[in-house]
């Protein structure tokens, strides 16, 4: 295809950064690098959309914090980085022809998202910039293999992790672990950075100097837990007050680090293996495939995308509505400890254990019979890590109306729960400091007479009753859908 300036002039290509904001391992970056003489990058932001997905005010201040950083790691390439604000995703192909029709742009380069409306966004701007004679390539960098390439022995696409896993590695290469570093770009740029359009106006209060932002930070932080916690993981990562997770979910969110960094990293420390050595690097590596996984669920069967169960059978449920049971929860006062602790840690560092996201939601959506896109949503606006495919997916394994899921009559017991992985009561006394006082031997069930004096609420369900209801909340859609 020849130049939009014509055959004789040097190439210049325009990088989109999305959720891949980091220099390693950034396949879109370095093919624009090694194609280009001249390179631009670009971060196109619409608040609009991010509300409409959800996303939350402390993630929206991580994002501008790394995008302040990447912009001075790219400096250093040669490479400046201009921000633009699009109304919409509707509106977005149209403005990111408009910049680079004006910056002569001849190839553009990213790396994909797999989300309904993001595959559709992109298939309109590679249309739109193509019709303008402007090249496009894109690359996938959140996954190891395409979404949907991975199929079953009938060829259709896996739903249950443990057989989509095992395909997993049977297909792997190590090759597929090649990592790129960039170079600068050939000829230096004479436009300078501008993310001036980045709009933010703070309403959250929670932590953010907990997570600290750049890649050198996300990178240092894979080092620190590799080094010192990654073998005792499969033991450790179910106790919150351990801290025996990586906490780096944040870093993967917004591709400040890339999974296939993660999984060579583990693997190098393990001789390659993925099912033998040590059982907590094993795991740990297992995590990073899940988020792959649910990749290939949001890629395979775009209901999910569109508010819609996995099991459709299940869209007949008759979920309950509480104004005052919601209240309850939003806040972290259901008088359930465990689950209000949880509650409570994501309101104040933007992070919830991935136990306890697990213990909260089977409670919101089993013993509160809740509908689970309200506490799907209710996790999105709130969390730093907010990732759609992986929230969507654990909010749906948790209700059992998604692929892979609990079976509906598995409830947790929260009381047990709390017993099993916070058996001092530590991570309660914490996250809700009023139950200090409270005797170890109590803390985990609910008593009116110490809770009420320690000024903590009573419990707002019962939960034998709760339980037998969902149950047969359950079984009533069964029934209703022919199952």
Not at 205 to 233: C, H, M, Q, T
């Amino acid at each position: 295809m020849l130049s939009a300036r014509g055959e004789d002039s040097m190439a210049r290509g325009l990088v989109w950064f999305r959720t891949d904001l980091r220099l390693d391992d950034n396949p879109a970056l370095s093919s624009a690098l090694s194609q280009c003489e001249e390179v631009l990058a670009i971060y196109v932001f619409s608040e609009a959309q991010w509300a409409l997905h959800n996303e939350s005010n402390i993630k929206q201040e991580f994002l501008i914090n790394n995008l302040t950083l990447l912009e001075k790691s790219l400096a250093k390439l040669s490479i400046p980085l201009m921000a633009i604000n699009t109304e919409s995703y509707k509106t977005l192909p149209k403005d990111l022809c408009s910049l680079a029709v004006q910056q002569k742009i001849d190839h553009a380069f990213w790396n994909n998202e797999f989300g309904h409306n993001e595959s559709k966004r992109d298939q309109i701007t590679i249309d739109a910039l193509e019709k303008i004679n402007i090249q496009t390539s894109q690359f996938n960098d959140q996954v190891i293999y395409p979404p949907g390439f991975l199929k079953t022995g009938q060829g259709n696409p896996f739903s249950v992790f443990t057989p989509f896993k095992r395909r997993w590695i049977e297909n792997f290469e190590m090759d597929f672990l090649d990592i790129d570093k960039p170079k600068n770009a050939k000829e230096p740029n004479l436009i300078n950075s501008d993310l001036s359009k980045l709009n933010f106006t703070k309403t959250h209060v929670a932590k953010i100097d907990l997570w600290p932002a750049g890649e050198i930070a996300a990178l240092e932080r894979l080092a620190n837990f590799l080094s010192s916690k990654v073998k005792s993981y499969s033991e450790s990562r179910n106790s919150p007050i351990l801290d025996g997770t990586s906490r780096i979910s944040p870093y993967l969110a917004l591709g400040i680090l890339s999974p296939k960094r993660c999984i060579l990293e583990g693997l190098k420390l393990n001789n390659f293996e993925f099912t033998s050595g040590n059982k907590g690097i094993c795991k740990w590596i297992d995590e990073i495939v899940w988020r792959e996984f649910y990749r290939n669920i949001m890629h395979s069967f775009p209901r999910v995308s569109k508010n819609k169960p996995f099991k459709l059978d299940t869209e007949s449920i008759q979920w309950r509505h509480s104004d005052k049971e919601l209240e309850a929860f939003y806040t972290g006062n259901t008088g359930f400890p465990i689950v209000d602790a949880g509650i409570r840690q994501m309101l104040a560092e933007g992070w919830m254990h991935n136990r306890l996201r697990m213990v909260v939601a089977m409670f919101f959506t089993k013993n509160m019979l809740h509908d689970w896109r309200l506490g799907e949503k209710f996790f999105m606006q709130n969390l730093i890590d907010g990732d759609f495919s992986s929230n969507n997916g654990g909010w749906q394994w948790s209700s059992s109306t998604g692929t892979d899921s609990a079976p509906y009559f598995r409830i947790f017991n929260p009381i047990t729960q709390s017993q099993n992985f916070d058996p001092s009561g530590e991570f309660i006394k914490k996250f809700i400091p009023e139950l200090k006082d409270i005797p170890i031997a109590q803390i985990h069930q609910p008593k009116d007479d110490l809770f009420l004096s320690a000024d903590y609420p009573t419990p707002i369900i019962d939960l034998k009753e709760s339980r037998i209801r969902a149950i047969q909340a359950f079984k009533d859609a069964r029934e209703v859908s022919g199952v």
